[in-house]
């Protein structure tokens, strides 16, 4: 594959693993259009290729913190919509669905969105330093989007609980809960005993399995209209763009005093 330079990523092919590391250390790992544009284009290359492994990496402190909120407000003050929450969706499914064994090797801050990425990977690693939050009903939101991956990975009540509370969980509860499928302090160990075993699938298999695997549960798919509905709902909500908007021009969350 040719050497393309990205904006938001980091991509490096290692034999049949491809790497993709979230890179925005200015704005903390936020998601914003262009990575999601990124990641897509690269998953759409390791699905005619020859990859069979993808891994999803942060920054040491970092693995994705959610929704940009700065870009949310520029979108918000030149009177425009969100307009990346289907594609954002339809990255997820790609983890989900597409021929390759995809992995979360999270690290630091997980929140918001960046569940949405590590509920959607078939694995899901982390070193010791991992949290894990939802913390959108803060401002009047809720994670519309991320809770159909996260419900089929930790069920129903404890994605229901990590929403309302809004508060980080630990690693070990998020191992507890099957949000994580294995962790240790040295999660670069973990994740390259994972490879090794993992790099031995064809790629073929790999696909029919994940086909039927998809087919024996169409939640995630069947949730997407309504998913994508309710969030283009709150983000037109006035009173949710005020509590953004505040947030970004003064830092304070909308429970501070004016």
Not at 9 to 23: M, P
Not at 106 to 132: C, M, Y
Not at 148 to 175: C, D, N, W
Not at 186 to 202: A, G, I, P, T, Y
Request: with cysteine; charged share 20%; hydrophobic share 40%.
């Amino acid at each position: 594959m040719g050497l393309v330079t990205y904006q938001t990523i980091k991509v490096r092919f290692q034999a049949s693993v491809c790497y993709i590391t979230f890179h925005r250390p200015e704005a903390n790992n936020t998601i914003n259009d262009t990575l999601i544009e990124e990641c897509l284009q690269v998953l759409n290359q390791c699905e005619t290729s020859t990859v069979t492994v993808v891994v999803l990496e942060g920054l040491p402190e970092v693995f994705c913190f959610g929704a940009d909120f700065q870009e949310i407000y520029q979108e918000m003050k030149r009177g425009k919509q969100a307009s990346s929450q289907e594609l954002l969706y339809d990255l997820w499914l790609k983890l989900q669905t597409g021929p390759y064994v995809t992995i979360s090797h999270v690290r630091g801050k997980v929140n918001a969105g960046g569940l949405g990425f590590v509920s959607a990977t078939d694995i899901a690693i982390a070193d010791q330093t991992a949290s894990f939050s939802l913390s959108e009903l803060l401002f009047g939101l809720y994670p519309a989007c991320v809770l159909p991956f996260l419900i089929r990975r930790i069920g129903r009540q404890k994605a229901h609980y990590m929403t309302l509370m809004t508060k980080p969980i630990s690693v070990q509860e998020a191992s507890e809960w099957g949000l994580i499928d294995a962790f240790d302090a040295e999660s670069d160990v973990l994740l390259r005993k994972h490879l090794l075993r993992l790099r031995r699938l064809n790629k073929k298999g790999i696909a029919h399995y994940k086909q039927f695997m998809s087919s024996l549960d169409h939640q995630v798919s069947r949730a997407k209209a309504t998913a994508l509905t309710a969030n283009q709902n709150m983000f037109s909500d006035p009173q949710n763009q005020m509590r953004i908007i505040r947030y970004v021009e003064t830092g304070q969350f909308p429970w501070e005093d004016q």
